[in-house]
């Protein structure tokens, strides 16, 4: 089945650590994204990346690295600097089209990532 | 900026009523896309619906409609008859006609109850 995995579902970490978030899709898709989610609250883009090898941050990428070396794969680490890393992280792709032609974004199931 | 409001915070209907979730949106682009995701407790989003900003017919899928009104900034969610596995959090996102950038709004929890 083609779609987006998330690993772990849950995950702890003490206070300084480095953390990595697993997402891994085989949609073919060429856009990745990854978004926070704080209850009550929508979710907030990190950081996206368009193309292999390219990435750009989104609205609160402070504390936060990715890379993309392969097209299926967008870890993404959680660093000691992030002030409060404890949320729900979602993973996501689309086709990326040209300019002027938006698709929707696929979803993971998540990784609730909590400091303890 | 993009803003997307969704002001109903959490709604609560009884099996079968009928229930409308608001989603109004700020843009200064004259293109632009809207979408509808559904965030069951499993957690990952199911998409809904796209809408692009030149089509303002509205739309009917089922139990779900969509009222989509340029004029007031607008794009509405029905769900009629509704059932309890439509319990979830329900999300309005807006994103500009480049990038891939997506504003989503607060999400409104609905509980439909037996």
């Known amino acids: 089945d083609g779609g987006i995995t998330q690993s772990p579902k849950y995950l702890f970490r003490k206070e300084g650590q480095n953390v990595t978030l697993s997402c891994e899709q085989n949609l073919n898709h060429d856009a990745m994204y990854w978004y926070r989610q704080d209850p009550g609250q929508g979710l907030r883009l990190i950081y996206y990346s368009q193309i292999v090898n390219d990435f750009q941050k989104g609205d609160i990428a402070e504390g936060y690295s990715v890379s993309r070396e392969k097209k299926e794969s967008f870890p993404l680490t959680v660093t000691s600097a992030q002030k409060n890393p404890t949320a729900f992280y979602l993973c996501a792709s689309s086709i990326d089209r040209p300019r002027g032609q938006v698709t929707e974004a696929f979803f993971g199931q998540g990784t609730r990532l909590t400091v303890v | 900026a993009q803003k997307v409001t969704q002001a109903q915070t959490e709604i609560s209907v009884v099996e079968k009523e009928d229930v409308t979730l608001d989603c109004v949106y700020e843009?200064?682009?004259?293109?632009?896309?809207l979408f509808w995701y559904k965030q069951p407790p499993s957690g990952e989003l199911v998409f809904l619906i796209r809408?692009?900003?030149?089509?303002?017919q509205n739309e009917i899928s089922g139990r779900y409609s969509w009222n989509f009104q340029k004029s007031t900034s607008s794009f509405n969610f029905t769900i009629t008859a509704s059932q309890v596995v439509d319990s979830a959090v329900y999300f309005c996102a807006l994103s500009p006609p480049y990038g891939q950038n997506f504003v989503f709004g607060p999400g409104t929890r609905l509980s439909v109850l037996p």
């Open positions: 843009t200064r682009d004259t293109t632009y896309y």
């Open positions: 809408r692009n900003s030149f089509d303002e």
